[in-house]
T-cell receptor
Framework: NAGVMQNPRHLVRRRGQEARLRCSPM?????VYWYRQLPEEGLKFMVY????????ESGMPKERFSAEFPKEGPSILRIQQVVRGDSAAYFC?????????????FGPGTRLTVT | GDSVTQMEGPVTLSEEAFLTINCTYT??????LFWYVQYPGEGLQLLLK?????DKGSNKGFEATYRKETTSFHLEKGSVQVSDSAVYFC????????????FGKGTHLIIQP
């Protein structure tokens, strides 16, 4: 049973370009979460999605960041006009059910470097 | 909002030493609590969890007990190995429709042979 898959694993973008990060949840999971990990920091929650719905985006920056989880295909985290401060590791997690009792399974992350 | 505080690292121990990594939380209601481990260059792996007061989570020799009276979830292991070297994250989830985990900053554990 494949785990959570993320690609690319490493992404380099110049300032002002767009970054697209992809996440395929574990088989049978319909809940996806995105987190950002800045250097020497813990993970910060960004957004929680179910198929075709954003459930909670309270951790998303108001500008330049968007996320989707279409009916078919992976979840996408999109960062427009990247800046150096966006350099971080972005992790996706999935769960079979929402709610506080259920563990989230994490992918290997995408390490974004903005030059 | 929720917050999680864990001891600063790095923590350096000799092989077979006893390990404690402290974790305390603040939350509305009664959150579920988790410990995750991150090896270099990898994502987070769930180590153990507890969903209610006095529950003990355990896995691979690690244990943590959900203490509501002290709002703590300290991670312990009786005899650490070099392969336990990693970064350990304590996390909470209060749910309520917002199911994002709240993480501590992580504790880097180094085990020397």
């Amino acid at each position: 049973n494949a785990g959570v898959m993320q690609n690319p694993r490493h992404l380099v973008r110049r300032r002002g370009q767009e970054a697209r990060l992809r996440c395929s949840p574990m088989k049978g999971h319909s809940h996806v979460y995105w987190y950002r990990q800045l250097p020497e920091e813990g993970l910060k929650f960004m957004v929680y999605l179910q198929k075709e719905n954003i459930i909670d985006e309270s951790g998303m920056p108001k500008e330049r960041f968007s996320a989707e989880f279409p009916k078919e295909g992976p979840s996408i985290l999109r960062i427009q006009q990247v800046v150096r401060g966006d350099s971080a590791a972005y992790f996706c997690a999935s769960s079979s059910t929402g709610g506080l009792y259920y563990e989230q399974y994490f992918g290997p992350g995408t390490r974004l470097t903005v030059t | 909002g929720d917050s999680v505080t864990q001891m600063e690292g790095p923590v350096t121990l000799s092989e077979e030493a006893f390990l404690t990594i402290n974790c305390t939380y603040t939350a509305t209601g009664y959150p579920s609590l988790f410990w995750y481990v991150q090896y270099p260059g990898e994502g987070l792996q769930l180590l153990l969890k507890a969903t209610k007061a006095d529950d003990k989570g355990s896995n691979k020799g690690f244990e943590a007990t959900y203490r509501k009276e002290t709002t703590s979830f300290h991670l312990e292991k009786g005899s650490v190995q070099v392969s336990d070297s990693a970064v350990y994250f304590c996390a909470s989830n209060s749910g309520g429709g917002a199911d994002g985990l709240t993480f501590g900053k992580g504790t880097h554990l180094i085990i020397q042979p």
